[in-house]
């Protein structure tokens, strides 16, 4: 797990791309540089990060480069993340999101998206997280497409379907993320996009474990009695294993409630489906598939009101009450995968960026995937180790920095103490309601104290 002196920009950017080949020592050089810069300011354009005119178009030669692509800038990264696991429980936690330049761009390269006049990449990402200390870790694997403009054609479900389709990309990630050690548990938590028969055979070939929300309530499952049943309705009368309570956030639709929900659970057979399997599944010879069901459903939810229900496929034991509430408690991490997409655009702008054609952008967006896991790691690194020395964590110069040139008031004494002191930079009150800072202001805070570092160290050398 990442420290603070190691989120350092000099430091870090060495780290995660100092081994990356590139085809030239000196283009692995040049990337490094770069990271360092984008790490210092990371909302800002490649001219703003690089400042300088040589530096800027330094950058812009080497993600001209063909050997400079997305896999080769992520892949150093993806072995990093995965050769530190020691044994112990990992949640994989993967999700889609789109990547949006705008409405009808003109760059070469670029895909059509969900909304059919837009257009960019489709990038799917497995995010790595500590299980027992909900730690973000790194990435897995990640794989970035574009989807084809032009006329939408269905493709015809037959028995082998060996023509790929984007659903796909769930089983080919999954298949990357390996563990490198002994004693190393991976669960793949994963929403309902998930769910389709290709990504248990995937994942019962491989050994790993898994969480899946469910999508298909009306799929067909096999009993212990051998009965084929509607999974929906099979839940509704599974054995009861207890109840509690979950709060539920307001939206436009309803007002915040807490809402009481039973826990069910059972066992079933997942059968291949008899047209629309991939080749993959006939390849390995995958007929069925052992899942356990866990069912959380809201009881007597309020009128006009949608009732909170969750069914999830999962690997993991449901022999007590106790063993669903980790199933439960395990999906419940999903929405990291979510922040890590926030950050992705919310933080680092990513769908800003203004380079000519796809594969220019490419490289880039490889990058900032790994900035963006630096700015998780900076919001986890106090809910680690709060009350741990500073000085063994924050690097000196930071320290000092805070409590002498920008005289923040409170000594700095604990790791939670500077990074409140850091998030005060970037807009945190630090009031007893607005609880920990998150990675937002703590990376704004970040922002103002590079700056402010880069002052420090001018005046020093000036002063002899």
């Keep these: 797990m990442a420290t603070l002196k190691e989120l350092e920009p000099e430091l870090w950017s060495k780290m995660q791309f100092g081994t990356c080949e590139l085809g030239d020592r000196r283009r692995t050089q040049r990337l490094v540089r770069y990271a360092r810069q984008m790490a210092e300011k ?95 870790l790194g990435l897995g694997a990640q794989e970035i497409w574009a989807r084809p403009i032009g006329k939408v054609t269905r493709v015809r479900r037959v028995a082998c379907r060996k023509r790929p389709t984007e659903s796909d990309v769930w089983g080919r990630v999954m298949d990357r993320v390996q563990c490198r050690g002994a004693g190393v548990q991976l669960v793949h938590v994963c929403d309902r996009g998930a769910d389709n028969f290709d990504v248990f055979a995937h994942l019962k070939v491989k050994g790993d474990s898994w969480v899946l929300r469910a999508a298909q309530l009306t799929r067909k499952v096999r009993t212990a009695d051998g009965i084929f049943v509607k999974l929906g309705a099979l839940m509704d009368t599974a054995p009861l294993q207890g109840a509690y309570r979950v709060y539920v956030s307001a939206n436009r639709n309803q007002a915040a409630r807490w809402a009481t929900v039973e826990v069910r659970a059972i066992s079933v057979t997942l059968v291949r489906p008899r047209e629309g399997s991939t080749a993959f599944v006939f390849d390995h010879d995958i007929r069925e598939v052992a899942s356990n069901v866990v069912q959380v459903r809201e009881i007597d939810p309020p009128k006009h009101s949608k009732p909170v229900r969750w069914l999830l496929y999962t690997s993991e034991s449901i022999s007590t009450y106790a063993a669903c509430l980790e199933v439960v408690e395990s999906y419940e991490q999903r929405p990291i995968v979510e922040a890590y997409h926030q950050c992705l655009k919310t933080g680092l702008q990513i769908e800003s960026r203004q380079y000519e054609s796809a594969d220019h952008l490419r490289p880039v967006i490889g990058m900032i995937c790994v900035q963006a896991i630096r700015l998780l790691q900076l919001r986890d690194v106090a809910r680690r180790a709060p009350d741990a020395p500073a000085g063994t964590l924050v690097p000196s110069e930071w320290l000092e920095i805070i409590g002498k040139v920008l005289r923040r008031p409170r000594p700095l004494n604990t790791v939670r103490d500077f990074l409140r002191a850091l998030a005060s930079l970037g807009g945190f009150l630090g009031r007893k309601s607005d609880g920990e800072p998150g990675w937002r202001t703590i990376w704004r805070g970040l922002d103002t104290l590079l700056t402010a570092s880069r002052g420090y160290r001018a005046a020093r050398k000036e002063c002899g």
């Design 42 to 136: 990371p909302d800002a354009s490649t001219p703003q990060q690089t400042e300088v005119w040589g530096d800027c178009k330094a950058a812009y030669r080497l993600f001209d480069r063909p050997e400079v692509t997305f896999e080769a800038v992520t892949a150093a990264h993806y072995e990093r993340t995965l050769s530190g696991l020691s044994p112990g429980k990992y949640f994989v936690i993967s999700d889609t999101t789109e990547l949006d330049y705008g409405y009808k761009s003109q760059r070469e390269g670029l895909g059509r998206l969900g909304a059919r006049h837009r257009r960019g990449f489709f990038l799917h990402s497995a995010v790595v997280v500590d299980a027992h200390t909900r730690q973000v």
